[in-house]
């Protein structure tokens, strides 16, 4: 969405023009839940903070700066959330990769049989190995490997510097190298 745009639709929800925000809920709920979900392992959990976090961030519009980004805003949000979430429930559920329960399958996708099997595969031992990283070290290679923000975007939703970013994503990185490699998985 267009930074312009979506200050406009964001002045117009301060305004009380609340069918305003479902284009902004839009662009957000995609990138939104994939952040959940790899921070909370399950899509049920997922869908539900994020649904919260869409409505925390709704009440919390009228102390919103219009002049900055909504994105990182929200992420921090849904972040915060999750974290709640987490430190409530101390008991988590292990990963699941449901794909076309999320609707995360990209189009064009081959249908073979044997590169889906892999492709599965793949996912579930990147999600059991993230699940043994930690939730530090998940939380910023999601933010990064899965969402591709940018560092100043991460930085923004840590709320810490860039160079904090480049180390902990750094050190992240080393983690999912170690639980791989004891999994016996090449990790280049």
Not at 119 to 130: D, I, Q
Request: proline content about 6%.
């Amino acid at each position: 969405m267009q930074p312009e745009v979506e200050r406009e639709l964001v002045r117009l929800c301060r305004a009380g023009g609340a069918r305003f925000y479902e284009p902004i809920v839009r662009a957000y709920e995609g990138p939104g839940l994939r952040i959940a979900l790899g921070m909370l392992g399950s899509p049920d959990e997922a869908q539900g903070a994020l649904q919260e976090a869409f409505v925390k961030a709704w009440q919390s519009l009228p102390r919103f700066d219009v002049e900055r980004p909504f994105g990182p805003w929200f992420f921090r949000i849904l972040r915060n959330h999750c974290r709640d979430v987490i430190r409530s429930q101390r008991s988590r559920s292990r990963f699941e990769t449901r794909d076309e329960k999320l609707e995360l399958r990209p189009a064009g996708v081959s249908s073979d049989p044997e590169h889906l099997h892999m492709k599965t595969e793949a996912k579930e031992l990147l999600w059991k190995a993230l699940s043994e990283v930690g939730d530090e070290h998940r939380e910023i290679l999601v933010l990064k490997e899965l969402e591709d923000l940018r560092y100043a975007e991460i930085a923004s939703i840590l709320d810490v510097p860039e160079g904090t970013v480049a180390s902990r994503l750094n050190h992240a990185r080393r983690a999912l190298r170690s639980v791989l490699l004891e999994m016996n998985v090449e990790y280049p």
